[in-house]
């Protein structure tokens, strides 16, 4: 493991943190991620209360084989990463794309509470 400038590059648990740029408009509040290298079905966002919940999971294995050596090598990776919200939002208006690798969320504003909601990629 190792750390720089007192943070850690490869979190406990194997998980990574996902960079992400937060921007609130008038009316919206929107979060951009980048995932690259995940598929759709991968990604998994939620929204409960006034926190955006980012999580992305892959596995691959790979084998080389010879006449006298087999290798297999299998890897799982997994990052996530929470956000507060600047501001209240309306869950069931929210919305989520993921293209080349970004991954877009754009939750309209409100002026009301949440009791939490799942939103789809797609």
């Known amino acids: 493991m190792v750390e720089r400038m007192g943070e850690r590059a490869d979190p406990p648990g194997g998980v990574r943190s996902v ?4 921007r609130e408009t008038d009316d919206a509040v929107v979060v951009v991620a980048d995932l690259p290298g995940y598929e759709e079905a991968d990604v998994d966002v939620r929204l409960h ?3 955006l919940e980012l999580r992305a999971e892959r596995s691959a294995e790979r084998e080389a084989s010879s006449e006298r050596y087999v290798r297999r090598e299998r890897r799982h990776e997994a990052v996530s990463r929470t956000v507060q919200l600047p501001a209240d939002v309306v869950a069931e208006e929210a919305s989520a794309s993921y293209e080349n690798g970004v991954l877009t969320v754009t939750l309209p504003t409100s002026t009301g509470g949440d009791e939490g909601h799942r939103i789809e990629v797609g």
Do not use: A, E, N
């Open 19 to 22: 960079p992400v740029d937060v």
């Open 49 to 51: 209360d006034r926190r």
